[in-house]
């Protein structure tokens, strides 16, 4: 191949069989049940539960709205430790609740939050850890609920990229006080636009029905300012569906991961992330970090790329930390990133989804070595 002659995005969603999808619209024209609550609703959550390995999981209308009801649910206030690399819904999250995000740094070599560094962030103000699995590698769960439980403190993942990692055969969604996921048409795992909260008893699955349904508990009564959070039916509906593909899917990613790693792991400059041990992983981003001892900077490289119709992402470039609204937080200066800044400067996340052409994999991966000589 010598050249593309369409443009190849970092990624394109999975979608179901659209015959599939028309019967399943013939049941919901049928019935007008649109939303509140209906039979995917409910057949999507059981299901889910299940491919997940997890006990009790609330479907939302994203993952951004399920953080923020998250948080809530819990009561959280004060200050939360949380990792400036991701994307911005994460601090958002904390903001949006009037919650005062304090950053620490990250670990170097797969960029989620170092677990080494919390416990000098903690103050009496702190209520609650929340930690994200970046690129759906795991963060150190343990490490981190040691830290919980030593200072009293909640853990709520931001799992927006972790649908279907398990660790040890367990999924990593069961730690933690509650893990969020996303299902944006982006992830892995999508329903167009969706999310979940996943959580451990059926009493706080009822407090999440109840606040993402505007904190409504009967016709007339509210308990508490709750949200509209709800899934809707055809995002129910699509989502069954792509429970049926999703293993496939993640098996075509772990292929063309497996293809970027042996085709760039010997070039100068260009550093790759291992996969975790002991983990089943879902291959959702192809992070490659440009190094010094490359002949091109990271962002000569992205444009050369693109020039080549190659559109990759710096996902996440700037650093959340970086933002003019969270700039002068003071975890966010003096240098105290240092790690997560570097990261930040060094990434490049590579095109990879189910229906990637493995021979524009070669492409891409040609273009980075040609480019070094
Ligand atoms: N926490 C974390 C750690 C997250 O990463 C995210 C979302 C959240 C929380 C919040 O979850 P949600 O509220 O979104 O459920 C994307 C996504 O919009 C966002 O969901 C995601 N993280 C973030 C990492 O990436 P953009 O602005 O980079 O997306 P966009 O529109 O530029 O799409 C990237 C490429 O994907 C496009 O160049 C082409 C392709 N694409 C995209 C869409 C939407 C398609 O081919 N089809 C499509 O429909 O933010």
């Not at 497996?258 to 992330?273: A, H, K, M, R, W």
């Not at 996902?315 to 200066?333: D, G, N, T």
């Not at 400067?345 to 229906?355: K, R």
């Amino acid at each position: 191949m010598k050249e593309l002659s369409k443009p190849v995005y970092v990624t394109q969603p999975s979608l179901p069989d659209l015959n599939l999808f028309y019967d399943k619209l013939k049941v919901i024209w049928g019935s007008k049940w649109l939303t509140n609550n209906g039979d995917f609703h409910s057949d999507f959550e059981k299901a889910l539960a299940e491919y997940l390995g997890v006990k009790y999981i609330s479907v939302f209308t994203n993952g951004t709205i399920s953080l923020l009801t998250a948080l809530k649910s819990l009561k959280i206030t004060g200050e939360v430790i949380t990792t400036p690399y991701s994307f911005v819904a994460t601090t958002h999250a904390l903001k949006w609740n009037g919650i005062n995000p304090v950053f620490c740094d990250i670990d170097p070599v797969f960029g989620n939050l170092d677990p080494k560094k919390i416990e000098s962030l903690i103050t009496s103000k702190t209520k609650a850890l929340l930690p994200v699995h970046v690129y759906g590698n795991p963060a150190c769960v343990n490490e981190i609920q040691e830290i919980a439980d030593n200072f009293g403190l909640k853990v709520i993942y931001d799992a927006a990229h972790a649908f279907g990692v398990k660790i040890d055969g367990q999924s990593v969604l069961n730690y933690g006080d509650l893990s969020v996921l996303s299902f944006h048409a982006t992830k892995t795992f999508n329903t167009v636009e969706g999310g979940a909260i996943i959580c451990h008893n059926g009493k706080m699955k009822r407090h999440l029905e109840l606040l993402k349904n505007f904190g409504f508990s009967n016709e007339t009564t509210v308990l508490e300012v709750g949200i509209n959070g709800k899934m809707n039916e055809l995002q129910a509906a699509f989502g069954l569906l792509q429970l049926d593909l999703i293993d496939d899917q993640i098996r075509k990613r772990k292929e063309i991961s497996d293809l970027y790693q042996e085709l760039l792991i010997n070039i100068t400059g260009i550093q790759g992330i291992k996969d975790v041990q002991n983990s089943t992983l879902n291959y959702s981003y192809f992070p490659i970090f440009i190094k010094p001892d490359y002949k091109l900077s990271r962002d000569e490289l992205y444009l050369k790329l693109r020039d080549h119709n190659i559109y990759c992402r710096r996902y996440f470039y700037p650093l959340i930390s970086q933002f003019p609204v969270y700039s002068k937080i003071e975890s966010a200066c003096n240098g105290k990133l240092s790690i997560a800044s570097t990261l930040a400067e060094q990434v490049i996340c590579l095109p990879i989804y189910e229906g990637l052409d493995k021979d524009i994999v070669r492409f891409i991966s040609n273009c980075i070595e040609e480019f070094n000589n």
